[in-house]
């Protein structure tokens, strides 16, 4: 039972670069959510879909798209990659509450 | 340079004794609390949650404690045991219309000395 699947788990990458952080779940919820996480800040919300078809921006939105590809998967996606976006990402997903949400085991990306 | 890295703070505990874990909060509007275990490399695990109509709730080894008055939370983990080393934060719940906004803390890094 794999629950929750981030990739991957180590990102290294330049000032401009793109990539796609990549999320799915195998306990069939409908909400799904990303969270970034700073030393001495708690997660904030990047952005989250409630269910398939429709996403929605948290917290901190800017510099982030993503894309709920079906039920299983929703992905992250950096266009253009800035220092500020070092952190550790988080993928969760619910049944219908953030509040029951199941996490993933995390990307750590550094951004130089 | 400076270390910004993990200035959290930290509380080491004898195995076997218990531990206190506080967390305050400042909006009255809160519906419920979550208290989350994050082990090293990991994601956060809801460990237990408390209404704010309860004063307090408790689980397996774990007690969550709510003073509203002065906007306070507890966790007390009793007869800790290496397992327990992680890092600890509560969230805040506010619901409006249906849709549920969640705060996270910062957290508390508990070590566990054997």
């Known amino acids: 039972n794999a629950g929750v699947t981030q990739t991957p788990k180590f990102q290294v990458l330049k000032t401009g670069q793109s990539m796609t952080l990549q999320c799915a779940q195998d306990?069939?919820?409908?909400?799904m959510y990303w969270y970034r996480q700073d030393p001495g800040m708690g997660l904030r919300l990047i952005y989250y879909?409630?269910?398939?078809?429709?996403?929605d921006k948290g917290e901190v939105p800017n510099g982030y798209n993503v894309s709920r590809l079906n039920k299983r998967e929703f992905s992250l996606r950096l266009e253009s990659a800035a220092p500020s976006q070092t952190s550790v990402y988080f993928c969760?997903?619910?049944?219908?509450?953030?509040?029951?949400?199941?996490f993933g085991q995390g990307t750590r990306l550094t951004v130089v | 340079g400076e270390n910004v890295g993990l200035h959290l703070p930290t509380l080491s505990v004898q195995e076997g004794d218990n531990s206190i874990i506080n967390c305050a909060y400042s909006?009255?509007?809160?519906?419920?609390f979550i208290w989350y275990k994050q082990e090293s490399g990991k994601g956060p695990q809801f460990i237990i949650d408390i209404r704010s109509n309860m004063d307090k709730r408790q689980g397996q080894r774990v007690t969550v404690l709510l003073n509203k008055t002065v906007k306070h939370l507890s966790l007390q983990i009793a007869a800790t045991q290496p397992g327990d080393s992680a890092v600890y934060f509560c969230?805040?719940?506010?619901?409006?219309?249906?849709?549920?906004?969640?705060?996270f803390g910062t957290g508390t890094r508990l070590t566990i000395i054997p």
């Open positions: 909006n009255s509007a809160s519906d419920y």
């Open positions: 306990m069939n919820h409908n909400s």
């Open positions: 969760a997903s619910s049944a219908d509450s953030p509040a029951e949400a199941f």
């Open positions: 879909s409630a269910s398939e078809g429709t996403t």
């Open positions: 969230a805040e719940v506010i619901s409006n219309f249906g849709n549920e906004k969640l705060t």
